[in-house]
T-cell receptor, first 111, second 112 residues
């Protein structure tokens, strides 16, 4: 079955530094979603990637889907304190309607 | 448009008891998924319902069950509670299974 690894598990960065989290699958994905969960909050949808090699940007956030559709990354440029939280990838496989989540990367910002 | 509503927000139960959690999805959403979130295990998929039918199930024991009503509202039940069932239970709704999921605030269950 599908195995998904999300790395790193934790990341502490100085405010203003960049941050990247990676999601790697053992199988080819049909698409991948990314969510952010603030401390004490619930996951909130950020984006969905569908096409091989797709790159999408949301202000300081850049999302990539690998050419082989087996991995994805989320990159934040010049982090701010509002970026604090846990970032989850949610990969999907063909023919499976189940939305499962990666282990998440918890980002903390040092002011 | 009202968001996903979960009730109750907090629950304290004793080992061996059972509990029922409720989720009202966004109007028009037919898919409801349930997740268990714990610090050590992350977001674990419990089950997904679509138009009153369970389409997918995660790797949880039979003590965990759910159902969906004709108005798409969903309930999950945990019987014979164990200490390890203490967690945040999150419900998410979407128009269909793999579309953007909208989460409720969750129910924090503590088993003592």
């Amino acid at each position: 079955g599908q195995q998904v690894m999300q790395i790193p598990q934790y990341q502490h960065v100085q405010e203003g530094e960049d941050f990247t989290t990676y999601c790697n699958s053992s199988t080819t994905l049909s698409n991948i979603q990314w969510y952010k969960q603030r401390p004490g909050g619930h996951p909130v949808f950020l984006i969905q990637l569908v096409k091989s090699g797709e790159v999408k940007k949301q202000k300081r956030l850049t999302f990539q889907f690998g050419e082989a559709k087996k991995n994805s990354s989320l990159h934040i440029t010049a982090t701010q304190t509002t970026d604090v939280g846990t970032y989850f990838c949610a990969p999907s496989n063909f023919g499976n309607e189940k939305l499962t989540f990666g282990t998440g990367t918890r980002l903390t910002i040092i002011p | 448009k009202a968001g996903v509503t979960q009730t109750p927000r907090y629950l304290i139960k004793t080992r061996g008891q059972q509990v029922t959690l409720s989720c009202s999805p966004i109007s028009g959403h037919r898919s409801v998924s349930w997740y268990q979130q714990t610090p050590g295990q992350g977001l674990q998929f419990l089950f997904e319902y679509f138009s009153e039918t369970q389409r997918n199930k995660g790797n949880f024991p039979g003590r965990f069950s759910g159902r969906q009503f004709s108005n798409s509202r969903s309930e999950m039940n945990v019987s014979t509670l164990e200490l390890g069932d203490s967690a945040l239970y999150l419900c998410a709704s979407s128009p269909q299974g793999l579309a953007e999921a909208f989460f409720g605030q969750g129910t924090r269950l503590t088993v003592v």
